[in-house]
């Protein structure tokens, strides 16, 4: 058997060498035996490979084995008839791949599931099947609405990526669990149902035949799905067979931020600087030109987190403004408006923790009384009387050796039940350098900032994208590479 790790091909095979090998062996899948001897200690797994450019890290941490089979080798021939696939399909999925790739990490799930988009629609957030699945990760109605995806008239979660990908993470896990730890199982039930996927278990079983996902009858689709995205690991791995594989940053050249309240996207393109198309291109889940009045509010900007930061929009819609005073440090001033020392020296372009009395600090702190929309939904005075929610961005936290999550909690000002929510997590869970934390950050409090010199101008600005009745655009941008 060939297994799919990157560690076991040899350097120098040529391409036939390659192809051969996938059908060379028949395929023998390992009899069922009864466990009769004590079961060996479970060693620590490697630690993953990580790398400058996004695709050689998917690349190198895949870890499917992969088998030899007439069906692979006729996928594999169908992507190596098209070289080219995988960079047209990458620009689609630049802006997103990055935070698919950490979630995955994140929950400590194959690295193959981040590929699943490319498979199921090639990355099209607008697709619709004759199923009626929809979205890049195709999900059908009822499957969206179990594992908690808005749907109405404003919003289509199925089409927002980001929200997709948790509802379908989260549904390849359970079906994980159902399908006894069997990867292969769980993602032709995906693709068919988990019913088809069952029925076909128990019929092998009924004439004694092998129940391994080679051997199961299941509808064409599916038997051809699986081995598409096998092949595509396949290939990733194996470049020296022709297939071209993209170049993308390791780095996310989007952020995610929840804005805390409803907006009108010309007006937040506005007063982020960007164009109003690009934003709309970036967020396919919204379907309108504002977003609903109960949310969901967050959007992905085409921003690093540190130029959204650094924005005048973040600044004044954001942030608020703090004096300081005698015996003031960053850190005291970080516990007491719930953020952290890097937030405050970031959108203060503080190179250290020095601070002086009487200096001025911006403070990440949403301002809720500025609305984001062409007009009031309610009256100005019941607006200021609903609590807001907290504006956050998501934030990512290399773990290294000596991080506990008790600290983490305290470094990052955040409850340690959130910590543990946002990364499900046990209280007694060990964390392991390289892995990585999501943070949502930071505001917890609100408070009406103090008036700058500043401010009129960007008072002015936002009056003047709630005037607007378009943005003006000559040209579309290219979405980030």
């Known amino acids: 058997m060939l297994s799919g790790c990157i560690q076991t091909r040899s350097p120098n095979a040529t391409k036939q060498e390659v192809l051969n090998a996938l059908t060379s062996t028949p395929f023998t899948p390992k009899q069922e035996v009864i466990q009769t001897t004590p079961e ?33 080798k006729k996928r594999i021939n169908w992507y ?24 995955v990490e994140q929950q400590k799930l194959p690295l193959e599931l981040a590929l699943l988009p490319f498979v199921e629609s090639d990355f099209r957030p607008h697709a619709i099947s004759q199923q009626q699945a929809v979205g890049a990760w195709q999900l059908v109605d009822a499957t969206a609405y179990h594992f908690g995806l808005e749907s109405n008239d404003w919003y289509d979660g199925r089409k927002d990526v980001l929200a997709a990908t948790d509802a379908a993470l989260a549904y390849l896990k359970y079906l994980h669990k159902t399908f006894n730890g069997n990867w292969l199982h769980a993602i ?27 051997h199961l009858t299941l509808p064409k689709e599916t038997s051809e799905y699986v081995p598409k ?14 297939f071209k594989r993209p170049t993308l940053a390791n780095n996310a050249t989007t952020t995610i931020l929840d804005v805390g309240q409803e907006f009108n996207f010309g007006i937040l393109a506005n007063l982020l600087e960007v164009n109003k198309q690009q934003l709309h291109a970036l967020n396919p889940g919204y379907l309108r030109h504002q977003s609903p009045t109960n949310g969901p509010h967050k959007i992905l900007v085409p921003l690093s987190e540190k130029a959204l930061t ?33 937030k405050i020296k970031q959108l203060n372009d503080k190179q250290s923790h020095l601070i002086r009395i009487g200096e001025q600090l911006l403070i990440n702190q949403a301002n809720v009384n500025r609305s984001l929309t062409v007009e009031y939904q309610i009256s100005p005075y019941l607006q200021q009387q609903t609590p807001a929610k907290q504006a956050t961005i998501e934030h990512h936290h290399t773990i290294v050796s000596g991080d506990s999550l008790w ?40 408070s009406e900032p103090a008036p700058s010199i500043n ?27």
């Open 80 to 103: 190596l008839s098209q070289p080219d696939y995988l960079l047209k399909v990458n620009v689609r999925a630049a802006p997103y791949l990055y935070h698919i790739v950490k979630k």
């Open 188 to 214: 032709a039930a995906y693709n068919s149902g988990e019913g088809r996927v069952k029925s076909a278990i128990k019929k092998n079983r009924k004439l004694k035949k092998s129940t391994h996902y080679w």
């Open 407 to 446: 600290d983490l909690s305290r470094h990052y000002q955040v409850p340690l039940k959130d910590l543990l929510d946002w990364n499900n997590l046990q209280a007694a869970s060990i964390l392991s350098p390289g892995n990585v934390l999501i943070l949502h950050l930071p505001a917890k409090q609100k």
């Open 40 to 72: 060996p200690i479970k060693q620590t797994p490697p630690k993953p490979y990580v790398e400058e450019d996004l695709w050689q890290h998917i690349a190198l941490n895949l870890s499917f084995e992969i088998s030899p089979h007439p069906r692979l």
């Open 455 to 481: 401010a009129p101008s960007y008072l002015d600005k936002l009056e003047n994208a709630v005037n607007a009745t378009e943005i003006p655009s000559a040209t579309v941008p290219d979405l980030p590479q």
């Open 310 to 342: 650094q924005s005048a929009f973040y600044r004044e819609q954001l942030s608020r403004r703090y004096t300081v005073v005698k015996n003031d440090t960053l850190y005291g001033i970080a516990r007491r408006f719930g953020t952290t020392v890097k």
């Open 229 to 242: 995205l096998l092949a595509l690991s396949y290939l990733l791995q194996h470049p020296e067979t022709g």
